[in-house]
């Protein structure tokens, strides 16, 4: 019997003991990183005539025609090398993902405030830096459009308009009893990534180039330096060992600085690194997008939603960048986890002259779920009943089980099994009766509670991003070399996917070397985003582990005459029969007898079938669930707020490290909650992001996080699809859990006019909780319960 | 005179002559040292990813602050023992803080790491903290975190913080205290290079160099000279540092107030002004972060006329009294004259500031303040309200009330102040004339912190919380944070 080469044909090696995977193990660099031994792009180590480039721009321009460039006064400055322009692109001027709509630097029109129009390239970082101020760049002022209101107004979109439609609302809408509709409003959030945007190029012979760069698609970075130099994607290499942070900010943002760093160091001859400082990262670089979401719902008086309507009105920026994919996954989780029966979910992807919006962790769908838990709040505020029994009879069960875009909710029961620990471990009742008793006697301070589900889907919509690469080699002392296409930005995958190979091989996690990111191993990746990196590369490097592994198998059968189920890899050991080898003595062996050591493991995920032109088939392999009890007290003289309690269960499968799962949900709902509470992008009357420093943006700190807080995770059958070892994924997801935090504050302000529904709008900062408050108490009387037609 | 600055460095003493007026200390490690353990997350001391320790000889006991070297100017570091996140792992083995942050996990990006280690390193060794979350928390302001939601960061804080310091840096205190005395001198320094730093060691050395140089800048702590230097790349060829002057920090305390020094930081003075009243104390503890309290100054802050500034409203309702030097004259004058408009104060060229004096409410005083902002910590407010009544008999006979956030600079609400003497505390019928007042008081701005509206509305609400507390109301059931406070103590 030969041993299979190609494991997915035919019976794979002996499953894996599990030794490494579901241990708490510690991140791979936690070591690194409390020593500051851990290095980012700015910490590598400078090759000899580095040069620095910093990014110019017109600082009062929004919109408008390039008249004149005088960039003599920047030139002048001591140390600067070159000042370059779109003129100096040796290839095309694009760093878009897609549509070549994005300028690296702006060519005869500036179409946002902070878009790029020049580099300096200077000795020093501090030279390049004050150079850059000194170019004078005239403009013909065009007015802007900076809102989403303006832009529907303008009628102006950067893509086609979309919609999942089924049933009839319109119909459904005439047979319910009760119609709400409203607006409202969501704001965006800022990534803040703690490394701001990185890059330096080293360029190589034949006019390649070589690139550092903070990227989560690091195949990305190498296509658009090819492309803007006018070379073969074949002269670019790009290697990424670690981000400090990516949140979706580096899945495509991450090309412009890589690409005027190449285009800097194909012109000077030189190494040439660009680390943007905090202001210039936060005006020049995309955000989460903010919408203006137009909702309608009928429901049977009972509270059990009839037809829905909702129109998401998304501000997009000056390009397309990822807007398609953002906003479909809006309307894919604009039911969060309630069943629709009749229901139109339109989408308009609003062209506006501001920064390019882009990922952002769950990519669209927070926006969606929070759109969907307004109608439930707006029901449950009108009907006199419980919000949570509301969502309750809302959920998808075992009948009522498709979603509004056709595809099966597999998995309801988890969602209710979840949701019902979740409601008796939270004390939810007893607390609803506490909260009730405290409004009563508490005329400023009210309190509020919500209890909230997350469903989130998992895969990348577009289907072809849906595949991974690894590569894996074993030396012959037994050292293992691990190598994927996902890139490491903190969520723990590089530890994961080594706990995986090391249970392959049956050895600690001493033995595997994980190298950095590098398309020259792995080539023609996707993003390391959507949270499918573990799914993805874990997947892959198993399969590589594993053909290797079949190999040894096939030749230590031969070698010792022992049929191959008899031969195990564990505890550091080969047991083959009766022999008992180390790894070492087996490479070692197997090398000498010729055998092939390495493997370049592949996989694409199965079952996925989402064609977007017909908005049928499934785009998701499956759904992920969790839950989160929220309690909360606002001031209503102030609107300040602080959130006093949060229970968490959140379902991963089975979990391949626990320890780095209940960090990505404690990491994720905190973000979570800063978006929709303190974190507020603002813009001036120009159109020009004054909020761009943590000194005027303000992301969530220790204190905000509630002093009880208290996450599981949830023990149920791990992952039904066969994901790697039955886990599933966990980055995104938990940002969802915040929209407990943003209801309960409503259910708060709700607690001054029974029946009548708060205008909340996310972020909830003390001023926007104070609108509601006002609006609460300026009205005269509840909203009425009969039908309004909107 | 010295043309040199001299600080310790791994038990080393280092010594410098080609110090640059704003080079900054995180330059100084990453630039010069390339030591890249230290990060630039933010350039303006509001992130924390780049805080180092720096030990200091305080009553003849090494205290460790933390700081933001981004906005540190290298000069300043004289006379101290310079830590940085290399100098804590020890023979290969972890500091207990790096320790506790592995085991339980607070790190994930690890970009943000080395500035809390170092936070946490200062929290280490600080004496009589109270071991609760709060006090982490209160550490660990400055310190910014987007991916673990602090959690596990808190809990490693709570783990390895709270016992008798004993790393390296407690085993060879003596040593450190010796050398650092070794290099503690009297002497004015001078570097001249590219424009000079020159740190002044006494008042009268100061009032002779800016009167020969009025166009130089007084740096004191440089919280906000430093985002000069990174944000705005001002060009600074002129630095005088205050730190080393003799006698400028001195906080004194006594039954008619508190004087505060030109020098004296948010941290030296926070014990005093808590004793002062219990609601400056938490205001103090809530400006800025520990980094910007161990090294910002009252003094710079009323100086530069800092529109980030939430201490003047409350000094101003108190009646501070702000005292100002030249080489040729002294003068005193009412806080709030200081300000003439926004980025103008009532400072002559060559004139600095010495100190401020803070009167103690008396008996009849109540005072309050409220610090409105869109996060609790390291927030800039969108409205600080203070307030001082005199009440005699339950009625208010005198009102001083001060506002941040209500115009370009600290002001009194004069209509307010004046309507409100005669109202009765426990008549709240009788403090509308003063709610009203308000509105005529002041013209708010709407900016990013927040609109017009909101902040007369808040401006009303203050008045109204200030009055509601003096009557008698229980501040747990006004403020989110009284409230949460109580709540946390039932719980424990």
Partial sequence: MTAPLDPRKGQPAAAATLAQVRKPLAHDSAQKHVTGTAAYVDDVVEPVGMLHVAPGWARNAVRGKILNLDLDKARAVDGVVAVLTAADVPGINDC???????????????????????????????????????????????????????????????????????????????????????????????????????????????????????????????????????????????????????????????????????????????????????????????????????????????????????????????????????????????????????????????????????????????????????????????????????????????????????????????????????????????????????????????????????????????????????????????????????????????????????????????????????????????????????????????????????????????????????????????????????????????????????????????????????????????????????????????????????????????????????????????????WLTTEELWWDDAGRLRTHAPSTYKIPTASDIPPDFRVALYEGNGNPQDTIYRSKAVGEPPVMLANAVFCAINDAVASLKPGMIPELNAPATPEAIMKAVRGMRRAKAPQSHEPVQA | MRETIRFLKGGEVIELSDVRPTETVLDYLRLRCRLTGTKEGCGEGDCGACTVALGRLVNGRMVYRPINSCIQLLGMIDGAELVTVEDLAADGRLHPVQQAMVDLHGSQCGFCTPGFIMTLFTLYHAEGEEKSRKTVCDWLAGNLCRCTGYRPIVDAALNACFEAAGDAFAWRANETRDKLRAIMDSRDIYINRDGFFASPATVDGLASLYAANPDATLVAGATDVGLWVTKHLADLPKIIWLGRIAGLDRVEESPAGVLMGATATYADSEAAMAGLSPALGELWRRIGSKQVRASGTIGGNIANGSPIGDTPPALIALGATLELQSKDNERTLPLEDFFLEYGKQDRKPDEFVTGVFVPRPDANQIFRCFKISKRFDQDISSVMGAFRFTVVSGTITDARIAYGGMAGTPMRAKGAETALIGAVLDNPASWGTAMKALVSDFKPLTDMRASSEYRMETARALLAKALMEASGSDPAGLNVLDHREAADDRAA
């Fill in chain 1, 96 to 674: 878009s993902p897609a549509l070549g709509d994005d300028p690296v630097f702006a060519d005869g029109e500036i179409q946002f405030f902070g878009q790029v129009v020049f580099a300096v390239v200077a000795e020093t970082r501090d030279a390049a830096r004050r150079a850059a101020r000194l170019a004078a760049v005239e403009i013909e002022p065009i007015t802007a459009i900076i809102s989403p209101e303006d832009a529907v107004a303008a009628d102006t979109t950067v893509l086609p308009d979309y919609q999942f439609r089924r049933g009839s609302p319109e119909t459904g809408m005439t047979a319910a009893d009760h119609i709400l509709s409203g607006v409202m409003h969501i704001g965006g959030q800022e990534h803040f990534y703690l490394e701001g945007q990185a890059a330096f190029a080293v360029p190589q012979e034949d006019g390649g180039m070589f690139v550092h760069s903070s990227t989560q698609h690091p195949t990305e970075v190498q296509h658009t330096v090819a492309k803007v130099l006018g070379v073969p994607d074949a002269l670019v290499t790009t290697e990424v060992r670690r981000m400090g942070g990516g949140f979706g900010g580096k899945e495509s943002q991450a090309n412009q600085w890589a690409a005027i760093a190449a285009i800097a160091a194909a012109h000077t001859g030189r190494p040439c690194k660009l680390r943007l400082d905090r202001d210039d990262d936060m005006i020049m670089t995309g955000k989460r997008h903010d919408f203006r979401v137009e909702w309608q719902v009928g429901h049977d008086g009972e509270g059990r939603i009839r037809a829905v309507e909702l129109d998401f009105l998304a501000r997009c920026g000056y390009s397309a960048d990822l807007s398609l994919g953002v906003n479909d996954r809006t309307m894919f989780h604009a039911d969060s986890s309630y069943f629709y029966p009749d229901a139109a979910i339109r989408s308009r992807r609003l062209k506006t002259d501001t920064v390019s919006n882009t990922a952002f962790r769950g990519f669209g769908g927070p926006q969606g779920m929070l759109a969907a838990e307004r109608l439930i709040d707006a029901i449950a505020i009108s009907t006199g009943k419980d919000p949570l029994e509301v969502r309750k009879i809302n959920f998808y069960d075992a009948e009522r089980n498709f979603t509004p875009y056709g595809m099966p909710v597999e998995e309801h029961h988890v969602l209710h099994d979840l949701i019902a620990q979740l409601e008796k471990s939270s004390g939810y009742w007893d607390r609803r009766e506490r909260v009730r008793a405290f409004n009563a006697a508490s005329p400023v301070l009210k309190k509020g509670l919500a209890l909230t589900p997350v469903k989130f889907g998992i895969s990348f919509t577009l289907k072809h991003l849906n595949q991974a690469g690894a590569l894996v080699h074993l030396y012959t002392d037994g050292s293992i070399q691990l190598n994927h296409g996902g890139t490491e930005m903190g969520q723990g995958l590089y530890q994961k996917v080594a706990q995986v190979v090391a249970d392959e091989f049956g050895v600690g996690l001493d033995r595997i070397r994980i190298t950095a990111t590098n398309t020259s191993k792995v080539p023609n990746t996707g993003p390391t985003a959507a949270s499918s990196g573990t799914d993805l590369n874990a997947m892959a490097a198993k399969r590589a582990a594993e053909a290797i592994k079949a190999r040894l198998i096939g030749f230590l059968s031969t070698e010792h005459q022992v049929p191959e189920d008899q031969i195990h890899f564990a505890s550091n050991k080969v047991f083959a029969g009766e022999k008992v080898l180390t790894l070492a003595e087996v490479a070692k062996a197997a090398h000498m007898a010729r055998i092939q050591m390495s493997h370049a493991g592949f996989y694409a995920t199965p079952g996925i079938t989402w064609e977007r032109e017909s908005a049928t088939g499934r785009p998701f392999l499956y759904f992920a669930y969790g839950g989160a009890c929220a309690e909360v007290t606002i001031d209503t003289m102030t609107g300040e707020m602080t959130v006093d309690r949060v229970d968490i269960l959140h379902d991963v499968g089975h979990s391949i490290n626990p320890a780095i799962d209940i960090g990505q949900i404690e990491g994720g709902f905190v973000q979570g909650m800063g």
